[in-house]
């Protein structure tokens, strides 16, 4: 499992529960989603590494850690459950940075998400 910094930022919980749920429950859109996915893993995370099942899972398992009550899957409506967060966890959370490190480059994974395309078809 990734270490963490001491060091900590107040994000939106909504931000953290679209990561762990798979559906973006944020009205500001994808913004706020990819700048926690970031700040939980403790490096940037491209684009196209939100469909890679390892980044996915890391990040997950990041949140978790620190919020094991986050929930993981969409139970209900994205408006029911995104309340539900708000009343369970407020308006913002601290959050400790990751320390996880990149094993391969942004170049490297796009290519693995081309190779396994490849593959299944």
């Given amino acids: 499992m990734q270490g963490v910094h001491d060091e900590v930022k107040r994000l939106d919980p909504l931000a953290l529960a679209s990561l762990t749920t798979g559906v973006v429950l ?6 706020p989603v990819s700048e926690a ?3 939980v893993l403790g490096y940037p995370v491209y684009t196209h590494e939100f469909i890679v099942t390892a980044t996915k899972d890391a990040i997950k398992q990041g949140i978790l850690a620190q919020f094991p009550a986050m929930p993981t899957v969409l139970s209900t409506d994205w408006q029911t459950l995104a309340g539900q967060v708000r009343a369970d966890f407020g308006d913002w959370v601290e959050v400790r940075r990751g320390t996880a490190s990149r094993d391969q ?17």
């Fill in 26 to 31: 944020c009205n500001e859109g994808f913004g």
């Fill in 37 to 39: 996915a970031e700040w």
């Fill in 105 to 121: 480059s942004p170049i490297e994974s796009l290519a693995a998400i081309f190779r396994e395309k490849a593959n299944r078809e």
